[in-house]
């Protein structure tokens, strides 16, 4: 018969050798290493990743100012599972992708030069698609819970930023924030020189050949 001490090591032993079948979670380092060459956004691009061009800051989702900003996203909509064109509606997705190996999301920075600047990866799946596969718990990783976002009609203020309820997380690898690692803000970043795509003219009013306009 196993004394107690060896009991308790052979219980211990099991449960490592079933840890390590798992795939396990990427560190920091990984995180950062995997995405390293989307500093350059452009590279970003060529693989797929897009923008719908907004800064998000926390004011703008109904918190204090002083959390600060997550900044500009771009997005790899196939693996969202979002439509090859918007609906005009809230924007909904069937993507349940988490891993941050290779990020859905990227977050930059605009800069006063016009550049844009990493500061964060993140992941973002749907809640529906995701309670369809999962069941009733939100996805997790590094033993922080994903961040449910959704629209609070009582309030001025678009919670979801104009996307059906969803689950996001942060992973802030490319530059610190006080606020915490997955924090949704950060008052690191800042949008105050984001520059919104300018209004296009609207086109010019064609009259027939031979008429001209009243001077």
């Known amino acids: 018969m196993m004394d107690r001490k060896t009991s308790i090591a052979s219980v211990l032993a099991l449960l490592a050798a079933g840890c390590s079948t798992g795939a396990a979670e ?25 923008t719908d061009n907004k800064c998000v800051t926390a004011e703008m989702l109904g918190h204090p100012a002083e959390q600060g900003a997550m900044g500009l996203h771009y997005v790899r909509r196939d693996w969202l599972g979002l439509p090859d064109k918007p ?17 859905a999301m990227l977050v930059y920075e605009p800069q006063e030069d016009g550049s844009l600047e990493l500061v964060a990866v993140e992941n973002l799946v749907f809640a529906s698609a995701w309670h369809a596969k999962a069941g009733d718990s939100p996805p997790v990783f590094d033993r922080t819970r994903y961040v449910l976002l959704r629209d609070d009609s009582a309030t001025k203020v678009d919670e979801a930023h104009g996307w059906e309820p969803h689950y996001e997380l942060h992973a802030w690898v490319f530059r610190r924030n006080p606020n915490g690692m997955h924090k949704q803000f950060s008052p690191a970043v800042t949008c105050r020189h984001h520059k919104p795509p300018a209004p296009q003219p609207a086109p010019a009013a064609q009259h027939p050949a031979g008429h001209a306009t009243a001077s």
């Open 26 to 50: 990427p560190s920091v380092d990984e995180i950062r290493s995997g995405a390293e060459r989307f500093r350059d956004v452009r590279v970003a691009i060529a693989e797929g990743y897009t």
């Open 87 to 103: 609906s005009g509606g809230r924007v909904s997705g069937t993507g349940t992708y988490t891993d941050f190996r290779n990020p």
